[in-house]
C-alpha cells in the first residue's frame, strides 16, 4: 500500500487512493507486530499502575468579596457601579494569591508546624530529598528551604469557579495529612493577609491615635504636677466668677483647636494611604482631586460652614446673653449650616460622577473616596484656622488679668485643656479600636479542606485502558511507517497501479518451504496451488500477443537477483511441455547460473562450450523427468557474457532450437545488474519479468519493464512469485486451504488403503 503518483496509458499522471481493503490487508500482514506493541504497551501501563504512589488532594474553598466600609478599597457609592469590575477583582486576588510573598508565609508556617506536630510520618514533600527521612526524627536539616518549599508551593492549584466568588485551593501529596495542612494554611495565610490589607487604613489611624493618648495623658499628669505645686507654694487662690468663665471659655477652644488638629493629621495619614495606592497604577490623577477639593467654590462653602459653626460655638459659651436670644442664634445658624452643607453635597455628588467618568477602571472607587478625604480635610483646614483665632482673641483678654491670677489661671487653663483633649482622643481611639476590630476581611472560609480518605491519582484504570490505546496506536503506527517506508511489491494492484500488465501471481503458501524439493514444483507436486498457478499463467502467455500465431520463445528475467526467475522459467518450460509441446529451457544466466541445480545435473557441458566449439549440440541437451521438457544448462562462464549473448552465433543457436523444439524458454539474469536480459529481450518472441512479493522494489521494477519495453514489443508482463495470499486476499487463502487441505487428506486415504 504505496502512495504516489502514476502515469496511465495516456501519459496523465494519477493520484493513487488507498481503500478500506487497503489498510485491512496491511493490518493483516503487520498483525504479529501489531500485537506484540499492543501487549507491549498493555504491560507497562498495568506495572506502572500498580507501581505508581497514591496521591490524596486535598481542597479548601473560600468566598472573596469586595470589601466594604473601613478599607481601602471600599464598596462602590454609586448604586450604578455596585457591581463594576467584579471579575477583575477576583482576577487580581488569585494573582496575590499565587505571588511569592504569600508562598513565603506559607513555607514558613508549614515548617513552624512540622516542628509543632514533630511526626515525620505525615509529611511527604516538604522533605529534601538529599537527606534520607529518619522516623521519629523532626532534624530541620531534613526539611527543604524555605526556598526551595515556596518553589514547591507553585504547584498548588487555585481555581475560580464559574460564575461564583468561590475560589478553591487544592494541594496533592502522597501524604493526606500533607496534603489537608498545606491546603489549610495556604487558606490561612492569605485570610490573614487579606485582612491586613483590609484594614491598613484604620490600623495606621489607630496607630497615631495611640501615640497620641500617650502624650496626652502624659502631658496632662505633668500638668496637675505643677498646678499642685503651684497651690502649695502660693496658696490657693480663687478666681473669680469671670475669671473662670474666661478660662473656661479659652481651654474649651483650645482644646477644640487641637482637637482638629489631630483629626487633620487622621485625615492627611489618610490621604496618604489613598493616594499611595492611587499612584501605584496613575501618579496623576491624585493632583487633579486635590484640585476638585481645592476648587474655589467649594472651598467658599467649607469656609462659610466653618463661620457659622464657629458662631454657634461663641453663642453658645457667651454667659451674656440670655437663654433666648442664645437659643435663636443658635437655631439660625445651624438652618444655615444645614443649608450650607446640603450645598456642598451637591457639588461633591457632581465631583464624584464626573471623577467616575474620567478616572481608569480599576481605581474610580478609590479615586471618590480620595477626594472625600480631601474635602474633609479642608474642611477641618477651614475649622482650624477660624478656631486659632478665636483662641488668639481670648488669650488677649486672658493676659488683661491681674499677674497672680492669671499665673494661676493659667494652670487651671492649661488643666483643662488637656483634660478636654485626653478625653477626645481616648473617645477617638476607642473608636477607632471598636472599628479596627469590627471591620471583616473580603475573605471567607467557607468550606476547610479536610483529610482525604481516598486517593485521587492515580487513575489505574484509565492508565491501562490509555496504554491499551497507545499500544495499539504505535503499533498501527510502525505499520503504517513501515507501509510508508516499505517500496516494495506486495500486491497484483501494486503493479497494475503503474499501468504494467500483470500476467499472474505465483502463491507463497505457509507450510511449503523453499527446500530445492520444490523448486520444480511442476512435476513434483502437479496437483498443487503452485501447479495450478503456473498453468493459469501459461494460459495467459499463451494468449498475451494476439498479433503473432505462435510464441515460439519466451525470455524470462528480474529486476535484482533472488526473486525466483529460474525457478519461474523452470516452471513455466514444464507446464507447456504439460501440453504435449516440445519444450527447452535454455540457462543464459552466465554470471551467476543455477539451473543445473534445480533439474539435480551438473553445468557442464552447457551451451558455452558448444559455442567454443569444445562439444557436440546433442551433448548439452539434457532430459528432465517430464516429457517433453529438455534442459540446457550454461556451461563454463566465458569472460564475456554480453558479447557471446549478443554476436550473430547466439541469434543462430535460438534458431537452431527453434527449428527442433516448439516452445524456448530462455532464463536470464538480472535486467537491471547487467546489459545481457535487455539483449535477448530483443530476440525472444515474449518477454517476462519477474517480481518477488515484499522484496522487489517498485521503482527497480519500473526501471526493468522501460528497458524491456522497445521497438520489438517482446515485453508481455509482470509475474508476481512469493505472493502470500493470507496478507494479501484473505478469502483466497480459505479456499485454497479448503482445497489443498482436503486434497492432501484424500491422498493419505488412498495410501493408507494401497498399504
Known amino acids: 500500500m504505496n502512495n504516489g503518483l502514476n502515469r496511465n496509458s495516456g501519459g496523465f499522471e494519477m493520484e493513487e487512493t488507498n481503500s478500506l481493503k487497503d489498510y485491512l490487508n496491511l493490518i493483516k500482514l503487520n498483525l504479529i507486530p501489531i500485537l506484540l506493541i499492543t501487549i507491549t504497551g498493555l504491560t507497562v501501563s498495568i506495572i506502572f499502575a500498580l507501581m505508581a504512589k497514591d496521591i490524596y488532594t486535598a481542597t479548601t474553598a473560600m468566598k472573596i468579596q469586595k470589601p466594604s466600609g473601613g478599607g481601602i478599597l471600599d464598596a462602590p457609592l454609586l448604586p450604578e457601579f455596585s457591581d463594576f469590575g467584579n471579575d477583575r477583582f477576583i482576577a487580581n486576588e488569585i494573582e496575590i494569591l499565587k505571588s511569592y510573598r504569600l508562598r513565603t508565609i506559607v513555607a514558613n508556617a508549614l515548617i513552624d508546624s512540622f516542628h509543632v506536630i514533630a511526626e515525620p510520618d505525615s509529611f511527604y514533600n516538604i522533605f529534601d530529598p538529599k537527606f534520607e527521612i529518619v522516623k521519629e526524627s523532626n532534624d530541620s536539616k531534613k526539611l527543604k528551604p524555605v526556598t526551595d518549599l515556596v518553589e514547591m508551593l507553585e504547584d498548588t492549584k487555585i481555581e475560580q469557579k464559574r460564575g461564583l466568588d468561590i475560589v478553591t485551593i487544592s494541594y496533592e501529596s502522597h501524604s493526606p495529612f500533607e496534603a489537608k495542612l498545606i491546603s489549610n494554611t495556604y487558606a490561612d495565610a492569605y485570610e490573614g493577609l487579606s485582612l491586613r490589607y483590609t484594614r491598613q487604613q484604620l490600623t495606621t489611624v489607630v496607630q497615631f491615635l495611640k501615640e497620641q493618648r500617650k502624650v496626652q495623658y502624659t502631658a496632662l499628669l505633668n500638668v496637675e504636677e505643677r498646678l499642685k505645686v503651684f497651690q502649695v507654694e502660693g496658696g490657693i487662690i480663687a478666681l473669680d466668677d469671670q475669671a473662670k468663665a474666661l478660662i473656661d471659655m479659652l481651654s474649651t477652644f483650645e482644646a477644640q483647636r487641637d482637637a482638629t488638629y489631630i483629626e487633620m ?284 500465431h505462435r510464441i515460439n520463445t519466451i525470455h524470462v ?20 511441455a504439460q501440453t504435449n509441446r516440445k519444450t527447452v529451457v535454455l540457462d543464459c544466466d552466465l554470471r551467476k547460473p543455477r539451473m543445473h541445480k534445480v533439474f539435480g545435473g551438473q553445468r557442464y557441458p552447457g551451451f558455452t562450450d558448444y559455442f567454443l566449439g569444445n562439444i557436440d549440440f ?138
Open 265 to 548: 493629621v487622621v485625615a492627611e495619614k489618610t490621604i496618604e494611604v489613598y493616594k499611595a495606592e492611587i499612584n501605584k497604577k496613575n501618579p496623576t490623577i491624585g493632583k487633579y482631586i486635590k484640585s476638585y477639593a481645592t476648587e474655589p467654590r467649594m472651598k467658599a462653602l467649607q469656609e462659610s460652614i466653618a463661620d457659622f459653626e464657629m458662631r454657634r460655638d461663641l453663642a453658645i459659651s457667651d454667659t451674656t446673653i440670655s437663654d433666648a436670644s442664645e437659643n435663636i442664634l443658635v437655631e439660625q445658624a445651624n438652618r444655615r449650616i444645614d443649608e450650607l452643607k446640603s450645598e456642598l453635597d451637591d457639588e461633591l455628588e457632581k465631583y464624584k460622577v464626573s471623577i467616575f467618568a474620567a478616572s481608569p477602571e480599576e481605581i474610580r472607587e478609590l479615586s471618590v473616596l480620595l477626594l472625600e478625604a480631601e474635602v474633609k480635610y479642608a474642611a477641618l483646614q477651614s475649622s482650624y484656622n477660624n478656631t486659632k483665632e478665636v483662641v488668639l482673641d481670648y488669650e488677649a483678654r486672658f493676659n488683661e488679668l491681674p499677674d497672680q491670677t492669671i499665673s494661676f489661671a493659667r494652670y487651671q487653663r492649661e488643666l483643662g485643656v488637656y483634660e478636654k483633649l485626653y478625653v477626645l482622643v481616648e473617645e477617638k481611639y476607642q473608636e477607632s479600636m471598636i472599628a479596627e476590630q469590627s471591620t471583616a476581611g473580603n475573605v471567607i472560609i467557607i468550606d476547610p479542606a479536610i483529610r482525604p480518605l481516598e486517593p485521587s491519582k492515580p487513575n489505574r484504570k484509565l492508565i491501562v485502558i490509555i496504554g491499551l490505546i497507545l499500544g495499539m496506536g504505535i503499533g498501527f503506527g510502525f505499520a503504517f511507517v513501515k507501509d510508508f517506508m516499505d517500496n516494495t511489491v506486495k500486491t497484483p494492484e501494486d503493479i497494475q497501479k503503474k499501468n504494467i500488465t500483470v500476467l499472474g501471481w505465483i502463491p507463497k503458501i505457509e507450510g511449503v518451504t523453499d527446500n530445492k524439493e520444490f523448486e520444480f514444483i511442476i512435476a513434483k507436486k502437479s496437483d498443487s496451488i503452485y501447479s495450478e498457478a503456473f498453468r493459469a499463467l501459461r494460459t495467459k502467455i499463451q494468449f498475451a500477443k494476439i498479433d503473432k
Open 557 to 576: 528475467t528480474s529486476s535484482t537477483p533472488s526473486e525466483g526467475k529460474t525457478t519461474v522459467s523452470v516452471n513455466i518450460a514444464g507446464s507447456f
Open 618 to 755: 546433442d551433448a548439452i541437451i539434457h532430459k528432465s523427468e517430464l516429457p517433453h521438457l529438455d534442459y540446457i544448462t550454461a556451461g563454463t562462464i566465458p569472460p564475456n557474457p554480453s558479447e557471446i549473448l549478443g554476436s550473430e552465433q547466439m541469434i543462430a543457436f535460438i534458431d537452431k532450437l527453434k527449428g527442433i523444439y516448439d516452445l524456448v524458454v530462455i532464463d536470464s539474469p538480472p535486467i537491471i545488474a547487467v546489459t545481457d536480459s535487455e539483449i535477448l529481450s530483443r530476440i525472444a518472441d515474449a518477454s517476462i519479468l519477474v517480481a518477488a512479493a515484499g522484496e522487489t522494489d517498485i521503482e527497480l521494477m519500473t526501471k526493468a519493464v522501460e528497458l524491456m519495453t522497445h521497438e520489438n514489443k517482446s515485453f508481455i508482463g509482470v509475474v508476481l512469485n512469493k505472493f502470500s495470499y493470507r496478507s494479501g486476499y484473505g478469502s483466497y487463502y480459505k479456499y485454497y486451504y479448503y482445497y489443498s487441505h482436503n486434497r492432501e487428506k484424500a491422498k493419505v486415504k488412498q495410501k493408507s488403503k494401497n498399504v
